[in-house]
């Protein structure tokens, strides 16, 4: 049965977060409002938490996972970047942006995608995702949670409750997201090529 985490938005509780984030330290699967929507995360080193977090999304390992990191100064760890796709990472984070990035070594292969060794990077701008990243100290692999078989997220943290509270550990609940995915880039080719137009302005951070 998950545990029910009701946080502030803007000012989220120490307290409750710390109770979070053990849960994730010890392979459980949290249910966390991002600047998207919410998200399913769980612990980066955790083999049986990644398996079972595509499980309850309902998918297969072909399916690009993310690493929610708290800034850029973790990238270096876990993507390849030039000078060129730095600056453009930089004018995007923190925001509604994913980049796909070439991985390096450090990443689990669990994590990257099987046959191109890529992987997804976000920094999200949302206060409770990054001071929950702050007590873990290293990113969390994350999805978009849409339950299997449809395709929109679940926004309401009590639907989320009543729909997956036997699947996973955690659920902190800090109101409505935006509800709408992110920008999706993939950088892994050098040029940027846009995979999927979402909440993220892509003017902003000039690709338009």
């Known amino acids: 049965m998950a545990q029910f985490f009701e946080v502030h938005p803007d000012n989220p509780q120490p307290r409750l977060l710390r109770q979070a984030a053990a849960i994730l330290s010890a392979g459980g699967i949290a249910a ?5 929507s919410y998200a399913l995360v769980c612990h980066l080193d955790d083999k049986a938490a990644a398996d079972a977090l595509r499980r309850v999304r309902g998918v297969d390992d072909k399916h690009h996972l993310t690493l929610l990191c708290r800034d850029l100064s973790e990238l270096a760890s876990y993507a ?3 000078n060129r796709q730095y600056r453009l990472l930089k004018s995007a984070t923190p925001g509604p942006y994913t980049f796909i990035l070439e991985a390096t ?3 689990p292969r669990r994590v990257s995608h099987p046959s191109r060794r890529t992987i997804g990077l976000r920094v999200p701008e949302h206060g409770v995702t990054q001071e929950l990243l702050g007590l873990l100290g290293q990113p969390l692999i994350c999805t ?3 339950p299997p078989g449809e395709r929109e997220p679940l926004n309401d943290a009590d639907e989320i409750r009543e729909r997956f509270e036997r699947q996973i550990q955690a659920i902190v609940a800090a109101g409505p997201c935006p509800a709408e995915p992110t920008t999706v880039i993939d950088l892994s ?5 846009v995979i999927r137009a979402g909440r993220g302005d892509l003017a902003a951070i000039g690709l338009a």
């Open 189 to 193: 080719g050098g040029e940027p090529v």
């Open 105 to 107: 070594k450090e990443v």
């Open 32 to 36: 966390i409002p991002t600047d998207s």
């Open 80 to 82: 390849r970047v030039d």
């Open 144 to 146: 978009t949670l849409i």
